[in-house]
């Protein structure tokens, strides 16, 4: 009997040292992420991605999405709690001013040492990188390449404005025999002018931003030092085409429907026109492709695509250092391991082990990037009272197409920048 006992006495000092040993491995992971999300669209997405991770790696993912256009109010709200979000949005300058001191410095993480361009950083003023971009969208100018190989011609020979007008002015020369022309209209009517009145004017706004360091907030004044450059390509535009110029401002024209049903090798947009060129008009997502805006600019052989976003990551510095370091490496991890879901919903991640976006447009924007590309970002973002200024260029860029002097567009985009900067200044 008492051999018995002491037998059983030795189980029971045995298994809780056992118990002991599997508990510890089986222990709950250090911290945990609670992602403030931005872009409602993404938010089923987001809650998938959520739950795959926490299936792969025992780290709780908790996702929230803001209703559109209450972000800033329900930020302000979630960081009073107890539970504050570990990862929110800081989009632009102001939000670094307001959200600054909740901004864990980035500088040297995983995460951002993944960065192909630093285009997107948002830094304090004592040059704590804030925030990083983790999608963007981009726009340039699109080209059929099928069209162009057969009027002879080949996407490397583009290079700056130079070789671009080369080939635009063969093509447009040989029209009629080709049954297409080089470049699509360019409506002035409300429906397309923002793609030359906001987007064209990049060219100009973007190196003018570039040469003083980059804008962190509008300015009282812009020199139109680049100008020249805008009404390169403008004329490149205007001329190689089908349709005449002195009917641009009466608008009309449908530059979508004249690319997608191959009229035209080149038409100025952006990555959203991808899902109606291959889907509604049946192009060939192999035969399109986006260059640079290319005016002259020295150096432009250079640049990459107008790329922009206020879609930033920010990690929240006032979280635990355990929820710190579950968020880093959630966030490495959507990055790359799960970067397939992520650009699924995204569209294209400014990362150098991110899967490609099966937008071509975004996956070209990223590759220019990965190349050292500089990325044109979007300066035209810093318009003052944006509506006025770009009427103001519209209507000089109507009077310049009907053999009016170029020297009104200069003054709508410099004296009405100043006029539009003082009246919202007030």
């Known amino acids: 009997m008492k051999k018995v006992l002491a037998i059983l006495l030795a189980c029971m000092l045995v298994i809780p040292s056992f118990a002991l040993t599997v508990s510890a491995g089986d222990a709950a992971p250090e911290g945990s992420v609670y992602w403030l999300n931005f872009k409602p669209e993404s938010d089923e997405a987001l809650q998938a991605i959520a739950t795959k991770y926490t299936e792969e790696t025992g780290v709780p993912v908790k996702v929230v999405t803001a209703a559109s256009g209450t972000y800033s109010q329900t930020l302000t709200s979630e960081m009073d709690k107890s539970s504050a979000p570990t990862l929110f949005v800081v989009g632009n300058q102001a939000g670094v001013q307001t959200w600054g001191d909740y901004c864990y410095d980035l500088t040297g993480t995983p995460v951002a040492e993944e960065l192909n361009t630093d285009a997107y950083n948002l830094y304090d003023a004592d040059g704590k990188l804030c925030s990083i971009g983790y999608c963007y969208e981009c726009f340039g100018i699109i080209v059929n390449k099928e069209l162009l190989e057969a009027a002879g011609h080949s996407l490397d020979e583009i290079t700056n404005f130079e070789t671009l007008k080369a080939v635009a002015d063969d093509i447009h020369a040989r029209a009629e025999e080709l049954g297409f022309d080089a470049f699509t209209s360019s409506g002035m009517d409300d429906s397309s002018s923002w793609r030359f ?13 570039r040469d003083a360091g980059g804008w962190t907030d509008t300015p009282a004044e812009i020199t139109g030092a680049y100008l020249e ?25 449908d530059a979508e429907a004249e690319f997608g049903n191959k009229q035209a090798v080149f038409y100025q947009n952006g990555n959203w026109e991808f899902g109606a060129l291959t889907e509604t008009y049946g192009l060939d997502p192999a035969t399109l492709a986006m260059i640079p805006f290319y005016g002259g600019v020295e150096g432009e052989e250079e640049a990459g695509l107008n790329c922009g976003t206020e879609n930033c990551w920010a990690v929240n510095a006032k979280a635990s250092e355990a929820d710190i370091q579950a968020t880093l490496d959630f966030m490495y991890w959507l990055v790359t391991a799960g970067s397939e879901d992520a650009v699924a919903t995204f569209g294209a991640m400014p990362y150098k082990n991110a899967a490609e976006s099966t937008n071509v447009f975004l996956a070209q924007a990223n590759e220019y990037s990965n190349a050292g590309k500089y990325v044109m970002t979007w300066a035209f973002n810093y318009t003052p009272n944006v509506d ?36 919202a200044n007030e």
Do not use: C, I, P
Not at 395 to 421: I, P, R, T
């Open 197 to 209: 009145s906001g987007h064209l004017a990049n060219l100009d706004l973007f190196y003018e931003s």
């Open 229 to 253: 450059n805008f009404k390169n390509l403008w004329d490149l535009y205007t001329t190689d085409t089908a349709t005449d110029k002195a009917a641009l401002a009466t608008g009309g024209f």
């Open 388 to 423: 006025d200024w770009r009427a103001g260029v519209v209507s000089a860029m109507n009077q310049y197409d009907n053999g009016g002097d170029w020297a009104m567009v200069e003054a709508a985009f410099v004296q009405g920048w100043a006029a539009q900067y003082a009246a």
